[in-house]
């Protein structure tokens, strides 16, 4: 597997609060929760709480559940017993690649995309108000890029006790190409776009272009973005 991970603070914050870790086939990208204290530490507990806990194990999608849940515990503990932290949050995003798939955990908004075969699709569900709004039928795609809540999510790491995590499997195909990314992406380059980037190009360029074309058009929030591509060989 190859994987290029590109992060920028943006044009306008001052903190980037996006964590991510790429190791042995398994990929985390997290975005801490923005219009809370203390975004980047739920981030970065969320990283290496899930990390330590699939370490040295298997792939296995109750482990991952059991992971991403303890990062949820460990967050909301922390934030509980330090008034400073109080209300921190983070997004998760985790692939982890087993012999003939890859696991998918999602909780948030943060988005991982498969493109195959020329055809790019969103496999992640975003847990936010207009994304509900879309799925019901009541906006439109288009609209849901410009509504003034589209940045409200409604399932997060650390802000509940406990926390529901999206958990399904997609069968590896050699030259599938995976991007993971924060909102400070998504929200600047749409999906057609980023196709057309995807195809043809060395994962490095491709990396490059998603980050300079996000950030040409406003850098408004933090940026993240991961790119792997599997060459149907073992983790590495």
């Not at 990283?47 to 849940?69: D, I, M």
């Not at 790491?157 to 999206?166: A, I, S, Y």
């Amino acid at each position: 597997m190859k994987t290029v991970c590109r992060t920028d603070v943006g044009r306008v914050r001052k903190v980037n609060e996006d964590a991510t870790h790429i190791q042995d086939g398994f990929i985390i990208l997290c975005d801490g929760m923005g219009g809370h204290k203390a975004g980047d530490v739920a981030a970065i507990i969320a990283v290496e709480t899930v990390r330590e806990a699939v370490s040295g194990k298997a792939p296995c999608v109750s482990t991952l559940r059991f992971a991403v849940q303890k990062a949820n515990e460990d967050i909301y503990r922390r934030a509980e017993s330090c008034k400073h932290l109080h209300g921190m949050g983070t997004t998760l995003t985790a692939l982890w690649m087993d012999r003939d798939a890859w696991i998918v955990a999602q909780v948030g908004d943060s988005r991982a995309y498969l493109y195959r075969d020329g055809i790019l699709r969103q496999c992640t569900h975003d847990h936010s108000y207009v994304a509900e709004l879309v799925r019901s039928g009541m906006l439109t795609q288009e609209e849901a890029r410009t509504h003034p809540q589209r940045n409200i999510i409604t399932r997060s790491l650390g802000t509940d006790p406990q926390v529901t995590v999206d958990l399904f499997e997609i069968n590896r195909q050699p030259l599938d190409r995976w991007l993971l990314s924060s909102d400070g992406l998504t929200d600047n380059v749409d999906d057609s776009e980023m196709a057309a980037m995807l195809g043809g190009k060395s994962l490095d360029s491709v990396a490059d272009a998603l980050m300079s074309l996000a950030l040409s058009r406003g850098g408004m929030d933090n940026i993240t973005l991961i790119l792997a591509e599997d060459d149907g060989g073992d983790r590495v």
